[in-house]
């Protein structure tokens, strides 16, 4: 559950610090990632779409851990497999990032939702 520090420092932040589990290891796997905050929840579209190998741990071990100026979160994460809400992350992304998002994410299939609260 975040915190409203976490809160705050996510409507700054350019990217955030992703950490999963290991679907093989089980060892922490962190990365940085852009992403949507709407409301009290963070949307992630892995750039490998469902190949990436992040998402495909976020499946097998769904809690995850989401850092951004020295704030973090623990929460779990949901699989999204609507197109239609897919593509609404993918615009809201563009719409915060730019047109270079189309060249990053070409494999729009997939996204992941984190709920905040």
Same mark, same amino acid.
Request: proline share 6%; no cysteine.
């Given at each position: 559950?975040?915190?409203?520090?976490?809160?705050?420092?996510?409507?700054?932040?350019?990217?955030?610090?992703?950490?999963?589990?290991?679907?093989?290891?089980?060892?922490?796997?962190?990365?940085?990632?852009?992403?949507?905050?709407?409301?009290?929840?963070?949307? $992630?579209?892995?750039?490998? +779409? *469902? !190949?990436? #190998?992040? &998402?495909?741990?976020?499946?097998?071990?769904?809690?995850?851990?989401?850092?951004?100026?020295?704030?973090?979160?623990?929460?779990?994460?949901?699989?999204?497999?609507?197109?239609?809400?897919?593509?609404?992350?993918?615009?809201? $992304?563009?719409?915060?990032? +730019? *047109? !270079?998002? #189309?060249? &990053?994410?070409?494999?729009?299939?997939?996204?992941?939702?984190?709920?905040?609260?």
């Amino acid at each position: 559950m975040a915190t409203a520090e976490f809160n705050d420092v996510l409507r700054t932040a350019a990217e955030i610090e992703l950490t999963v589990t290991g679907r093989r290891s089980g060892r922490d796997i962190s990365n940085p990632v852009w992403f949507v905050h709407e409301g009290d929840k963070l949307y $992630l579209l892995p750039v490998g +779409g *469902a !190949d990436s #190998d992040w &998402y495909r741990n976020v499946q097998k071990t769904p809690t995850i851990r989401v850092a951004a100026g020295g704030a973090e979160a623990t929460a779990q994460a949901r699989p999204i497999t609507a197109p239609e809400t897919v593509n609404h992350i993918f615009q809201e $992304l563009r719409a915060k990032y +730019g *047109a !270079d998002v #189309d060249r &990053y994410y070409p494999k729009r299939d997939v996204a992941v939702e984190i709920p905040l609260a």
